[in-house]
């Protein structure tokens, strides 16, 4: 039988879905200037070098610096996360240092296309069209991760299952899709704190990212107007 885990997908930071078990479903100076101005009224402290705007016009630092093994943070469909190569034992555990959180807590990959999710998890179970269904969107898919994965074995050690993630955010997929690997990423917060719908909830972090790309308010935003956020 199929769960999902959550009751408005728009509305969550991470649905669930898991289908692990056999059971049922089996830079121009001048642009970056005139971005500063449009960003003013953020009262962003913008430090050069590190905080770029989410546009296809940065994209190509973005995967230089996931494949030097860094952490960059970036907007997705539901709120900023944490990004670095997933297949890297180094950039794995600095995330793990920059949130403050237990290497025991397992960590989700993001990829840039369904037909990406093969190479990181087991899906010859699932019915065909089944993730197409469900993905890119706000939910986290949890599958078997299998013999073949060619994911880091440091990422979530002692766990046979894997979350995925095709984020309906071009930006992040773009990454995805140009690191030639898969993302691991999980919140821009540090770990129990509340999770972050823009650049300024995580400022005390941005020191220790490669870049902070700014998208604005996430989606997530829209829906949590009372400023309930979740920790993770």
């Not at 991470?14 to 101005?37: E, H, K, P």
């Not at 190569?85 to 794995?92: H, P, R």
Request: charged share 20%; with cysteine.
């Amino acid at each position: 039988m199929l769960k999902l885990g959550f009751s408005n997908p728009l509305c969550q930071n991470r649905g669930f879905v898991d289908l692990s078990t056999n059971r049922g479903f089996g830079g121009i100076f001048s642009r970056q200037m005139a971005w500063n101005l449009e960003r003013c009224n953020l009262g962003l402290k913008l430090k050069a070098g590190v905080v770029l705007p989410a546009t296809e016009t940065h994209v190509e630092e973005a995967i230089g610096a996931i494949k030097s093994g860094k952490v960059i943070a970036v907007p997705t469909d539901t709120l900023y996360g944490f990004a670095c190569d997933a297949c890297s034992k180094e950039a794995v555990h600095r995330i793990y240092e920059i949130k403050g959180r237990k290497q025991t807590s397992p960590l989700a990959i993001c990829v840039a296309d369904v037909s990406d999710i093969e190479r990181f998890a087991v899906i010859d179970n699932l019915p065909h069209g089944l993730l197409d269904s469900l993905l890119p969107g706000p939910v986290t898919v949890v599958l078997k991760r299998g013999e073949c994965s060619i994911l880091e074995k440091s990422l979530n050690p002692g766990l046979d299952s894997i979350g995925v993630r095709v984020p309906d955010s071009n930006f992040i997929r773009i990454i995805a899709r140009g690191s030639g690997s898969a993302l691991a990423l999980t919140s821009a917060n540090l770990s129990g704190q509340p999770s972050s719908i823009n650049i300024k909830d995580f400022e005390n972090l941005w020191q220790h990212c490669a870049y902070v790309y700014d998208g604005g308010f996430t989606s997530f935003w829209a829906c949590g107007i009372n400023g309930h956020r979740p920790p993770h």
